[in-house]
């Protein structure tokens, strides 16, 4: 090889290392640059979060965190300025706050923030009474959340508690009910005030008994939400709700007088005796064996305590409803039932399965041994 070849292969070498270093030297720049805006924001977080820093919140934000907000995490950002909205003087200062914010963090890589914004201004709304403006927001949001694989429960958290917000001011229980449901889903429990816990599990409560569609809320029952109802003034609500599960009429006799408690439970009385009339009639079927669901009229009347003549209606809302499967004989005043909709078991209806299944059990036994018996030889072969 002549010096000139050598000569350029050398100046080459010098100028890719050249390169590679001063590459080296931006990516070390970079990281650590990164890493201080990182750990400011979750300084910001945490101040943020204190008591004693809600003088300052707004002030700090529009004075100071704001000549920053691009270079730190937006989700993050949006958590500093949701705090600081909530100092607003009032409700129509903190909607032109939180539109300014969801507006500034609706980019291609922060879609998941922009949720976090939006779904918080369409609570302001909803507190405005401007429910057509929040329906809108939450629909935006709604689509949004669609094209993500997955994004931080907080973002879903707070979608779904305003929608379910939503739902409860519109009347439509049975949609808060699914929505609150999803929302406790993505809560830690111990992270909401006992305050907050009793107020879902009675509004949850409220809205599984007067829902028209709701007929099995045992994922209610089962919920540890509804705990907080235990040794408070509405614990009569709780017990409410396993009566209806079990279709105790007796119960729920009792149990009315706290019906007026609640303006929503009074209007919808007569509602209400029908569904536990309908929880009655389920439980009594499922309690018996598949081969004894033909019931009389006045069988069913004398088990369930539904009045005589109000048994043909009940069986026929029970099966346009869905609860039950079968047909009803009116000239022989039957109803032949062949199936029931399942429903969550108390520590009685377990053991009332555990009996069913031992019968079945032995039932299965006899015929092994009436089979082999008349079967003899041919059966052993």
């Given at each position: 090889m002549?010096?000139?070849?050598?000569?350029k292969?050398?100046?080459?070498?010098?100028e890719?290392?050249?390169?590679?270093?001063?590459?080296?030297?931006?990516?070390?720049?970079?990281?650590?640059?990164?890493?201080?805006?990182?750990?400011?924001?979750?300084i910001?977080?945490?101040?943020?979060?204190?008591?004693e820093?809600?003088?300052?919140?707004?002030?700090?934000?529009?004075?100071?965190?704001?000549?920053?907000?691009?270079?730190?995490?937006?989700?993050?950002l949006?958590?500093?300025?949701?705090?600081?909205?909530?100092?607003?003087?009032?409700?129509?200062?903190r909607l032109?706050f939180?539109?300014?914010?969801a507006?500034?963090?609706?980019?291609?890589?922060?879609?998941?923030?922009?949720?976090?914004?939006?779904?918080?201004t369409?609570?302001?709304?909803?507190?405005?009474?401007?429910?057509?403006?929040?329906?809108?927001?939450?629909?935006?949001?709604?689509?949004?959340l669609?094209?993500?694989?997955?994004?931080?429960?907080?973002?879903?958290?707070?979608?779904?508690?305003?929608?379910?917000?939503y739902?409860?001011?519109?009347?439509?229980?049975?949609?808060?009910?699914?929505t609150?449901?999803?929302?406790?889903?993505?809560?830690?429990?111990?992270?909401l005030?006992?305050?907050d816990?009793?107020?879902?599990?009675?509004?949850?409560?409220?809205?599984a008994?007067v829902?028209?569609?709701i007929?099995?809320?045992?994922?209610?029952?089962l919920?540890?939400?509804?705990?907080?109802?235990?040794?408070?003034?509405?614990d009569?609500?709780?017990?409410?709700?396993?009566?209806?599960?079990?279709?105790d009429?007796?119960?729920?006799q009792?149990?009315?007088?706290?019906?007026?408690?609640?303006?929503?439970?009074?209007?919808?009385?007569?509602?209400?005796?029908?569904?536990?009339?309908?929880?009655?009639?389920t439980?009594?079927?499922?309690?018996?064996?598949?081969?004894?669901?033909?019931?009389?009229?006045?069988?069913?009347?004398?088990?369930?305590?539904?009045q005589?003549?109000?048994?043909?209606?009940?069986?026929?809302?029970?099966?346009?409803?869905?609860?039950?499967?079968?047909?009803?004989?009116?000239?022989?005043?039957?109803a032949r039932?062949?199936?029931?909709?399942?429903?969550?078991l108390e520590?009685?209806?377990?053991e009332?399965?555990?009996?069913?299944?031992?019968?079945?059990?032995?039932?299965?036994?006899?015929?092994?041994?009436?089979?082999?018996?008349?079967?003899?030889?041919?059966?052993?072969?």
């Amino acid at each position: 090889m002549d010096n000139a070849k050598v000569s350029k292969a050398l100046q080459g070498a010098r100028e890719k290392s050249h390169d590679d270093l001063q590459h080296y030297f931006l990516s070390f720049e970079d990281y650590w640059e990164r890493k201080l805006w990182h750990e400011l924001t979750d300084i910001l977080v945490e101040y943020y979060h204190e008591e004693e820093s809600k003088p300052q919140r707004i002030e700090l934000y529009e004075g100071f965190v704001k000549a920053f907000a691009d270079k730190i995490n937006q989700l993050k950002l949006v958590v500093i300025g949701l705090q600081a909205a909530g100092q607003c003087k009032d409700d129509k200062t903190r909607l032109d706050f939180l539109a300014t914010l969801a507006k500034r963090v609706n980019k291609p890589t922060s879609q998941d923030a922009y949720v976090l914004a939006l779904s918080r201004t369409a609570s302001v709304r909803l507190s405005l009474s401007d429910k057509t403006g929040a329906r809108t927001d939450l629909d935006t949001c709604e689509k949004t959340l669609e094209n993500f694989d997955s994004v931080e429960n907080v973002v879903h958290a707070s979608f779904y508690r305003v929608s379910a917000d939503y739902y409860q001011q519109s009347h439509s229980f049975a949609s808060y009910y699914r929505t609150m449901l999803l929302y406790l889903a993505c809560v830690d429990l111990a992270t909401l005030a006992p305050k907050d816990r009793q107020r879902i599990a009675y509004d949850l409560s409220i809205a599984a008994l007067v829902s028209e569609t709701i007929y099995n809320f045992g994922e209610l029952l089962l919920h540890p939400i509804l705990e907080s109802l235990a040794k408070t003034e509405h614990d009569w609500l709780r017990d409410l709700l396993f009566a209806f599960n079990r279709g105790d009429l007796h119960a729920y006799q009792i149990l009315q007088t706290h019906l007026r408690a609640n303006s929503l439970l009074q209007t919808h009385q007569t509602f209400l005796y029908q569904k536990i009339s309908l929880a009655a009639l389920t439980q009594l079927v499922f309690s018996r064996s598949p081969q004894d669901r033909a019931m009389t009229f006045t069988t069913i009347s004398e088990e369930t305590k539904v009045q005589p003549d109000e048994i043909e209606h009940l069986i026929m809302k029970a099966l346009s409803l869905g609860l039950l499967r079968g047909s009803i004989d009116q000239v022989e005043e039957v109803a032949r039932i062949t199936w029931v909709q399942p429903k969550v078991l108390e520590r009685g209806g377990i053991e009332a399965m555990r009996e069913r299944l031992r019968e079945w059990d032995a039932g299965v036994e006899r015929l092994g041994h009436y089979v082999e018996g008349v079967g003899k030889e041919v059966w052993a072969a």
